[in-house]
């Protein structure tokens, strides 16, 4: 059986979409399923509608969580809460179109582990979000020593893998990269990013920001080393300076008074800012980790007509 995982926040207008669109589009192709969505803390009608789809349609299960935790989470939750031999994650907004999880599915059925949905194209987006994202990807590459600049959490894993990432005991997961990360025998298939056909996108450039400083912190020490350069660079910059300096005191020429003093005051204090907010970043990270709280809280279930 096929699970297909789909995180929802405030998504009340796209869950019969997404049921009716993706269970005809599975049904067609005599693929057996099941729908999981999680109801990942929305304010709108969501877990309503979730529970509708429930009642009417027996391959539909919902989740709903205590508060908003994050796609992350709600991916984790739907993956511990899938019952499928292979589980598909997807989003909610038909963004993913639900016709690549058939060409998936087959991929699956010849063996392959992991089957990444890779973008064709990035849908629209504004400049500055490309380069950023651009920017973004290319850390997190380096960081995973995989290509990640078309990446997405569209794709299909066996049950073996879903076991592999549950076992992770990390809080701060990045799903995109982890499925990599775990290896197994991978492929991936090209799709094109559907427009978004009601409601809004959640990601504000903040909580873009917020979490491509979250993802890079969680996979790469990179940062960490930059402080070290930083500091490496600085000394080799203050011995010449300090030889400058002793020669020109023994040739008898003062060394130009203030500019200088001003300068070095300002930039050695901005590079010791900086680095100490470097190393804070990945603190706060430990302090959360070894906090080791849940990912998240599910607060109600609902399973095909019945609820527990
Ligand atoms: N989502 C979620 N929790 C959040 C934000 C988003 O579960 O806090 C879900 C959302 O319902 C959708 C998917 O993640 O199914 C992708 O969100 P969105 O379409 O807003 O992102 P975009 O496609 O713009 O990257
Ligand atoms: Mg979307």
């Given at each position: 059986m096929?699970?297909?995982?789909?995180?929802?926040?405030?998504?009340?207008?796209?869950?019969?979409?997404?049921?009716?669109?993706?269970?005809?589009?599975?049904?067609?192709?005599?693929?057996?399923?099941?729908?999981?969505?999680?109801?990942?803390?929305?304010?709108?009608?969501?877990?309503?509608?979730?529970?509708?789809?429930?009642?009417?349609?027996?391959?539909?299960?919902?989740?709903?969580?205590?508060r908003n935790f994050g796609k992350e989470s709600a991916i984790f939750a739907g993956l511990a809460n899938a019952s499928g031999d292979c589980i598909a994650v997807m989003d909610c907004d038909l963004q993913h179109p639900p016709e690549t999880l058939v060409e998936m599915y087959r991929l699956w059925e010849q063996g392959y582990e992991v089957i990444e949905g890779v973008k064709r194209s990035r849908g629209k987006e504004s400049a500055l979000h490309k380069a950023s994202a651009g920017l973004f990807y290319k850390i997190m590459s380096s960081a995973v020593k995989i290509d990640m600049s078309r990446a997405s959490d569209f794709k299909l894993m066996d049950r073996k893998v879903v076991d592999a990432l549950l076992e992770m005991p990390e809080r701060n997961a990045f799903f995109?990269?982890?499925?990599?990360?775990?290896?197994?025998?991978?492929?991936?298939?090209?799709?094109?990013?559907?427009?978004?056909?009601?409601?809004?996108?959640?990601?504000?450039t903040w909580s873009l920001v917020k979490y491509a400083v979250r993802n890079i912190v969680g996979f790469s020490t990179v940062p960490l080393q930059m402080v070290t350069l930083a500091g490496g660079v600085m000394l080799l910059f203050g011995i010449i300076l300090g030889i400058q300096s002793l020669i020109k005191y023994f040739l008898g020429h003062a060394v130009e008074g203030f500019t200088t003093v001003i300068l070095l005051i300002l930039i050695i204090g901005s590079l010791i800012m900086i680095s100490?907010?470097?190393?804070?970043?990945?603190?706060?990270?430990?302090?959360?980790?070894v906090k080791n709280r849940p990912r998240y809280i599910i607060s109600k279930k609902i399973h095909g007509k019945k609820e527990c």
């Open positions: 096929l699970s297909v995982v789909i995180p929802a926040y405030n998504e009340e207008k796209m869950i019969q979409k997404t049921t009716s669109v993706t269970g005809s589009i599975l049904q067609k192709a005599k693929i057996p399923y099941e729908l999981v969505f999680v109801n990942d803390g929305s304010r709108d009608h969501t877990w309503a509608e979730i529970e509708n789809a429930a009642k009417k349609d027996g391959h539909v299960t919902g989740i709903h969580f205590s995109r990269a982890l499925s990599s990360w775990v290896g197994f025998c991978s492929t991936s298939v090209e799709f094109d990013v559907q427009e978004r056909t009601e409601g809004e996108s959640k990601w504000s100490l907010g470097i190393i804070g970043i990945y603190i706060s990270k430990i302090y959360e980790e």
